[in-house]
């Protein structure tokens, strides 16, 4: 049985860095497809900062830069870049006090900074829910978007000038916020890239502490893992029906619909294997770390190892 220094010593020796070959390979393929579509900036794509630690100990930062490959709303100046914020926190500012429309007021603010390309189209829209939270649909300048809506309410009205319009009023119009809503119009969130820095605790956990080239190697299997799922199909029924299942928000401490895909195959790990079990003979370091492994083996086991790798 292999003890713990042993364990560690085998991916020091020859697994850490073939692991690095393996991502430079991989990561030099999606580098070239991405030069093929043309000038990449850093506005076609969302990227974050994650420490490896939630205190004041953190040792390593993982920064991940993710392709957002759809549709830009936005206007770049001299192929540049356009800052933004991640729309999820400017909804905090403005859905924080009225409790019972809280959730309408969140989605009135994605659909306005989804659909307005300019800060006016922005401020017509927005505004306009000062209107529609009272009942009222249209008025002198504009009107509601929506389609008819149902007579069944879960909430009422709230009474126009009341001090919960007055309120609202306070955080829709607030000119400070307004400051920075243009930074919001580009309608970009870290949503996927908060499930990426999730999915690294699968291989690196914040509960252990790693060595710089161990920390480095499991990152990257998380990126290996990641890339290779990221388009997996929908599984579906016998009938050709997609396939849902249910998730439980603990915050909200509601369930929610979600599409399951298909299970993950991780067909990449043979090839892995491959480089690891078959290094390059040019790589000085793990050649050095085979020969100091194979050493610690029984002889009959290290002839037969050897004898394996002649043949092949």
Not at 217 to 224: I, K, N, P, Q, V
Request: hydrophobic share 35%.
């Amino acid at each position: 049985m292999v003890d713990r220094s042993t364990f560690f010593a085998i991916q020091n020796s020859y697994c850490v860095d073939s692991i690095t070959e393996f991502w430079n390979e991989k990561i030099s393929a999606i580098i070239a497809q991405l030069r093929s579509k043309g000038p990449v900036v850093l506005g076609e794509s969302q990227s974050d900062g994650r420490m490896d630690s939630p205190g004041f100990c953190a040792q390593y930062c993982t920064y991940t830069a993710m392709d957002n490959d759809k549709e830009y709303k936005g206007i770049y100046k001299d192929i540049g870049v356009v800052h933004c914020l991640d729309i999820w926190h400017g909804q905090q500012k403005s859905c924080s006090i009225l409790l019972q429309w809280d959730r309408d007021i969140c989605n009135h603010f994605w659909y306005c900074c989804k659909i307005a390309g300019t800060y006016l189209e922005f401020f017509d829209m927005w505004v306009g829910l000062l209107h529609h939270v009272t009942g009222e649909h249209e008025w002198a300048l504009c009107a509601c978007r929506h389609g008819p809506l149902v007579d069944s309410r879960e909430k009422d009205w709230i009474v126009k000038n009341s001090p919960a319009q007055q309120k609202l009023r306070e955080i829709i119009l607030d000119i400070r916020w307004l400051k920075n809503v243009h930074l919001y119009l580009p309608f970009r969130s870290t949503a996927e890239l908060e499930s990426f820095h999730n999915h690294i605790l699968m291989y690196a956990s914040k509960r252990h502490s790693f060595s710089p080239q161990r920390h480095k190697a499991w990152t990257l299997l998380a990126g290996l893992d990641y890339n290779h799922h990221l388009d997996r199909p929908t599984k579906r029924r016998q009938d050709r029906s997609i396939q849902f299942g249910k998730t439980y928000n603990k915050r909200l401490r509601t369930w929610r619909l979600c599409i399951i895909k298909v299970d993950k195959d991780f067909s990449y790990i043979p090839e892995l294997q491959s480089t690891i079990l078959h290094p390059d003979p040019q790589d000085q370091k793990i050649h050095a770390g085979w020969e100091s492994y194979l050493v610690s083996l029984p002889q009959v086991l290290r002839n037969s190892y050897r004898s394996k790798s002649a043949k092949a």
